[in-house]
């Protein structure tokens, strides 16, 4: 099936610095990608949907100057965490879909990034 | 607006028994379903996937899933558990037919498998 790479895998940040997160689709083109968050035994909690060259929609509750979505090319999508606090320590997991070529079109799943905020 | 509700946050079994993950749906039209598999440390993976072709769904791993729309429920079932099923599996509702279409994730079921 198709891969989507996250990177970096886990990272830990001072409080107040930023930190961006790269998402790839490696083999196909994703005209949509999603950027999720994970709090610890809980689900996910879409955050927001971003549609290549256009701008990101977010979801209600979610702070589009402090998570900064920018999806340049049909392969990569970049999430930034700007001034983060240790609240906004979570797993961050995006998802990308397009035409894969794959038997079914569906969304393909990133392992996803682990922010600890100090 | 669709949801999901996953009735048990854990199920433990035993090695060679069958599992049964039990999920509800609400949803004002006629729903895509899904159920994902989270193993630690790994990506979510598609087991399977309804889309109002036929109710049984046959997904990777054995496992398979059952539309009954009369009781809203999209429950999984595996025959026999195996050590590698335990992990963290989560239904899934989409508002729409496309890929690009937002999905919604239930609370997820921690599967246990004792040996």
């Known amino acids: 099936g198709a891969v989507v790479s996250q990177h970096p895998s886990r990272v830990i940040c001072k409080s107040g610095t930023s930190v961006k997160i790269e998402c790839r689709s490696l083999d196909f083109q994703a005209t949509t990608m999603f950027w999720y968050r994970q709090f610890p035994k809980q689900s996910l909690m879409l955050m927001a949907t971003?549609?290549?060259?256009?701008?990101?929609?977010?979801e209600q509750g979610v702070e589009k100057d402090k998570f900064l979505i920018n999806h340049a090319s049909l392969t990569l999508s970049t999430l930034t965490v700007t001034s983060a606090h240790p609240e906004d320590s979570s797993f961050y997991i995006c998802s990308a879909s397009g035409h894969s070529g794959g038997p079914e079109e569906t969304q393909y799943f990133g392992p996803g990034t682990r922010l600890l905020v100090l | 607006a669709q949801s999901v509700t996953q009735l048990d946050s854990h199920v433990s079994v035993s090695e060679g028994t069958p599992v049964l993950l039990r999920c509800n749906y609400s949803?004002?039209?006629?729903?895509?379903l899904f159920w994902y598999v989270q193993h630690p440390n790994k990506g979510l993976q598609l087991l399977l996937k309804?889309?109002?072709?036929?109710?049984l769904v046959k997904g990777i791993n054995g496992f398979e899933a059952e539309f009954k729309k009369s009781e809203t429920s999209f429950h999984l079932t595996k025959p026999s558990a195996h050590m590698s099923d335990a992990a963290e599996y989560f239904c899934v509702v989409s508002d729409g037919d496309s890929s690009a279409s937002k999905i919604i994730f239930g609370s997820g079921t921690r599967l246990s498998i004792r040996p």
């Open positions: 949803s004002s039209y006629s729903p895509s």
């Open positions: 971003s549609n290549e060259g256009s701008k990101a929609t977010y």
């Open positions: 309804y889309t109002s072709a036929a109710t």
